[in-house]
């Protein structure tokens, strides 16, 4: 699966790396698609070294109102608007200004995502999108990933994670979002009056 591609690729190791004791199994495909929930996503984090970690996995109806192949213009705007949106780490995460924090890499994997915003990027990225065109969809619903990874000046000042992807996509509703850092790891649920996670 392509979520789990990407977790076996930058987080698990990463959690790994920290000593996290990380499942060796696979979640099946029937439990994937069980966590996709209208209104409900899921934010990782890991932070080891100077290197912070994100994944953000969204059902899409949660940011365009929609979980099909986008058959109208304004569908099509809506789509590229909401990963050109996603792709400015830096504004919908706010991190704490003396952990002098900078996004350096984002990739957004989404279905119809290549197809509304054409061939944009390097050949390697547009090959790596169309590999998995249609990789987040499942039975008429389709999720997006983020994957983000910010470089700190200052880790040790990192103590906290506040999200604005509320404002932002206001079908958003719950966000379940789970750490791992260097002081240990654990979950909370974000919500639009609780939006800050402290690491
Ligand atoms: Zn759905």
């Given at each position: 699966m392509l979520v789990h591609s990407w977790l076996s690729r930058n987080v698990l190791p990463a959690l790994a790396g920290l000593g996290v004791i990380v499942a060796a199994t696979p979640l099946p495909a029937s439990a994937q698609h069980a966590a996709h929930e209208h209104g409900v996503a899921r934010l990782s984090a890991a932070l080891e070294g100077g290197e912070l970690l994100l994944e953000f996995l969204t059902p899409l109806d949660?940011?365009?109102?929609?979980e099909h192949a986008p058959?109208?213009?304004a569908q099509r705007?809506?789509?590229?608007d909401?990963?050109?949106?996603?792709?400015?780490?830096?504004?919908?995460?706010?991190?704490?200004?003396?952990?002098?924090?900078?996004?350096?890499?984002v990739e957004i994997e989404a279905p119809w995502l290549s197809e509304v915003e054409g061939a944009r990027g390097h050949d390697h990225d547009?090959?790596?999108?169309?590999?998995?065109e249609?990789?987040?969809?499942v039975r008429g619903h389709a999720d997006l990933v983020a994957s983000y990874q910010f470089v700190c000046g200052q880790p040790a000042a990192l103590d906290a994670l506040d999200t604005r992807l509320f404002e932002f996509f206001p079908r958003l509703h719950e966000i379940r979002a789970e750490r791992a850092t260097p002081h240990g790891q654990?979950?909370?649920?974000?919500?639009?009056g609780a939006t800050t996670m402290a690491f």
């Amino acid at each position: 699966m392509l979520v789990h591609s990407w977790l076996s690729r930058n987080v698990l190791p990463a959690l790994a790396g920290l000593g996290v004791i990380v499942a060796a199994t696979p979640l099946p495909a029937s439990a994937q698609h069980a966590a996709h929930e209208h209104g409900v996503a899921r934010l990782s984090a890991a932070l080891e070294g100077g290197e912070l970690l994100l994944e953000f996995l969204t059902p899409l109806d949660n940011l365009v109102g929609f979980e099909h192949a986008p058959t109208t213009a304004a569908q099509r705007q809506a789509l590229a608007d909401a990963a050109a949106r996603l792709r400015e780490g830096g504004r919908l995460f706010v991190l704490p200004e003396a952990a002098a924090c900078v996004q350096r890499t984002v990739e957004i994997e989404a279905p119809w995502l290549s197809e509304v915003e054409g061939a944009r990027g390097h050949d390697h990225d547009h090959e790596h999108e169309h590999e998995h065109e249609h990789a987040g969809e499942v039975r008429g619903h389709a999720d997006l990933v983020a994957s983000y990874q910010f470089v700190c000046g200052q880790p040790a000042a990192l103590d906290a994670l506040d999200t604005r992807l509320f404002e932002f996509f206001p079908r958003l509703h719950e966000i379940r979002a789970e750490r791992a850092t260097p002081h240990g790891q654990g979950a909370t649920v974000l919500r639009p009056g609780a939006t800050t996670m402290a690491f």
